[in-house]
């Protein structure tokens, strides 16, 4: 008998015995790669002017997670190989580090094993292992051929400006930027001198609403083109974004349309909705801008903020809380005051294990931006709505600012540092936490407490 609880104790504890949670690689991965492009930012040949190793984490951080912020401006510091970098990240880190690995396997012929699947299901947000390959394959090629396209058309306004192929290196740039949702320019303003710009307004948009849609939402649109036919996730995605996209439009053209240092500045009204159209979308985690935030009203700088949290779609480039998890609270909150115990929408019925989780999500992402917010005030003594408006976007890996990222202390930028990563990958590893059942062992009684 002590021979046997000895074995067993050496196969329950033993090496063989351990494994990683897919979280916790996914985590591991994703540091990895952060600190490798750190390292690679800090070379000499990377840079115009040299940085710092935090400035380099900090940057390297924000590409992987896909987010923009950035303290330094990334066109005059880094050179074209540092770009590069830069850009490679941002791919990497938007569609998904593992699915670049499984391209890799396929590519050599090695089967993709169990425990590559499972990370990959963590990476991808998804809860079952069918189809991971050829969602893979779909992600893969939508990319390409939309930064492709997005590239050629872009390049329509950039290669006049800058020459041929510092144009074209714009145009690429800033296609992998937005379809990733990353929010980096290699301009000093960013998009703010395109303004009025027909192409930049529809191209740039165009890319973050396709890569924050989801790319499942995008397959299911290709296979059945028909809106009955589609999946339930699809339809509240769809839905849910063509909502906030025209209340964002609309509020934030109604709140800046007199404001000289916003839309008031502008001198048409073709001009004034443009950029009106521009700024409603891209808090959706997308992070460009073409007028000046810091001179938003404080009306307007909560919308934006409100935005920044709720996010994109689920296996998308975006972050955030997801637009899903928006629709389902509020599914469920009508679903309160009707007293109906079966909350549904399109016709379909939502679970109540469904609903616990989208809460449990909120509520972690609102703990994590608070306390974000409370150890950055108390490093930075500056205006509270920039810090907040910071954090959020970190959390929702924007990469929009107020010019407060750049003035934080060590202790600051570490707080953001870890707010993009626990944003980018944070609800990945609680989802897997959300989706693991554990059957109850004890029953409890019923008891009562009184809620409002």
């Given amino acids: 008998m002590k021979a046997r609880s000895h074995i067993q104790r050496r196969g329950r504890f033993g090496l063989r015995s351990f494994r990683a949670p897919p979280p916790l690689m996914l985590?591991?991965?994703?540091?990895?790669?952060?600190?490798?492009?750190?390292?690679?930012?800090?070379?000499?040949i990377a840079t115009e002017t040299p940085i710092g190793f935090l400035t380099a984490v900090f940057i390297s951080t924000s590409a992987v997670t896909v987010t923009g912020l950035s303290t330094v401006d990334v066109g005059t510091t880094f050179s074209l190989f540092g770009e590069i970098v830069i850009a490679t990240l941002i791919q990497l880190g938007g569609l998904g580090l593992m699915t670049f690995a499984?391209?890799?396997?396929?590519?050599?012929?090695?089967?993709?094993?169990?425990?590559q699947r499972l990370i990959l299901r963590e990476d991808l947000n998804q809860t079952a292992f069918n189809n991971l390959t050829v969602l893979v394959?779909?992600?893969?090629?939508?990319?390409?051929?939309?930064?492709?396209v997005a590239t050629a058309v872009l390049a329509v306004v950039f290669v006049p400006e800058f020459g041929l192929v510092h144009g074209l290196w714009q145009a690429l740039f800033h296609a992998i930027s937005a379809f990733n949702n990353a929010g980096f320019s290699l301009l000093p303003t960013?998009?703010?001198?395109?303004v009025d710009d027909p192409v930049v307004n529809i191209a740039i948009p165009a890319l973050f609403i396709l890569g924050g849609l989801g790319f499942v939402v995008i397959g299911d649109i290709l296979q059945q083109r028909n809106w009955a036919r589609l999946t339930l996730h699809s339809k509240i995605m769809l839905t849910g974004t063509a909502a906030l996209i025209l209340w964002g439009f609309a509020t934030f053209a109604a709140l800046e349309w007199t404001n000289p240092g916003t839309l008031g500045a502008?001198?048409?009204?073709?001009?004034?909705?443009w950029a009106a159209w521009f700024q409603a979308v891209t808090p959706r985690t997308a992070g460009f801008n073409t007028i000046d935030t810091s001179a938003m009203h404080d009306s307007t700088t909560l919308l934006t903020m409100l935005l920044m949290v709720v996010g994109?779609?689920?296996?998308?480039t975006a972050g955030g809380i997801k637009v899903t998890t928006l629709v389902v609270l509020l599914i469920a909150t009508v679903a309160f005051f009707r007293r109906s115990a079966s909350p549904s929408i399109f016709g379909r019925s939502l679970r109540l294990e469904e609903i616990i989780k989208v809460l449990a999500l909120t509520t972690v992402s609102m703990l994590l931006v608070f306390t974000g917010l409370f150890i950055t005030t108390i490093s930075h003594d500056g205006d509270f709505l920039d810090l907040a408006f910071e954090i959020t976007s970190a959390f929702g890996t924007v990469g929009l600012s107020r010019g407060t990222t750049?003035?934080?202390?060590?202790?600051?930028?570490?707080?953001?540092m870890v707010t993009m990563f626990a944003g980018r990958v944070g609800p990945l590893a609680l989802g897997f936490f959300l989706a693991t059942r554990v059957a109850p062992r004890v029953k409890y009684a019923p008891g009562q407490i009184y809620l409002g």
């Fill in 312 to 316: 994109g779609g689920s296996t998308s």
């Fill in 190 to 194: 960013g998009l703010v001198p395109y």
């Fill in 406 to 416: 750049a003035t934080l202390d060590p202790l600051g930028l570490t707080v953001v």
């Fill in 102 to 115: 499984v391209m890799v396997l396929s590519a050599l012929g090695i089967p993709v094993g169990m425990p």
């Fill in 137 to 148: 394959r779909i992600i893969l090629l939508l990319a390409v051929s939309c930064e492709l």
């Fill in 27 to 44: 985590c591991v991965i994703y540091l990895c790669s952060i600190l490798a492009g750190a390292i690679l930012l800090r070379l000499p």
């Fill in 266 to 273: 502008l001198p048409s009204t073709g001009d004034r909705l």
